[in-house]
């Protein structure tokens, strides 16, 4: 869908707004549809790409001992077993790091494409947090300039009571000004620069 053609009347989001995980993940997935279809952005796989990878390599070790046990039996495959399991829990490991200290909570990694396609693009990235049993919704905004690589980041916090009603549907038009301020205040602060 082009930037011109956003539509905010489309089909309502509807959940249990006591379940903590469906309140946060309409809000992430409202979030996302404002950055990439009112603005126009292209979203980034880039940080999913890598979690995807180190579980494969992960799943890899461990198809890889299954058929070498299939076919030399365990006293002969005693060796190669415990590399696969050791390399299993070591990538697993890493990926509990990476998904703590590399993506904390990053649900959109959005490019703005440079109009001229001359510079870098601009990097936007949306971070949620919603704790369990918790109702304060906090979204983070960052932007990263692609010529200069200076960062600014905007916060929210608000009671996600302000964007559901008593049904549980996502008031979409209650939700959207908030993602859209965020971003304006971001942008006038590039602008002020």
Known sequence: MKPGKWNIEEKPVKIDKWDTAAVKNALDDAAKKVMKEKFGYVESHRLMDLRLLICTIAVGFSLFALVWDYL????????VLIICVLSYFVLMGILTLYTTYMEKGIFLVALQKDEAGVDPD?????????KKYDDMYHLSMTFQDGKTGITRTKEIS???ANYFDENGLL???????????????????????
């Open 122 to 130: 601009d990097r936007w990235e949306l971070a949620s947090m919603l």
């Open 158 to 160: 608000k009671c996600v």
């Open 171 to 193: 008031c979409f038009d209650l939700f959207e000004p908030e993602i859209t301020q965020l971003q304006s205040k971001i942008s006038a602060e590039g602008k002020k620069d």
């Open 72 to 79: 030399r039996p365990f006293p002969e495959s005693r060796p």
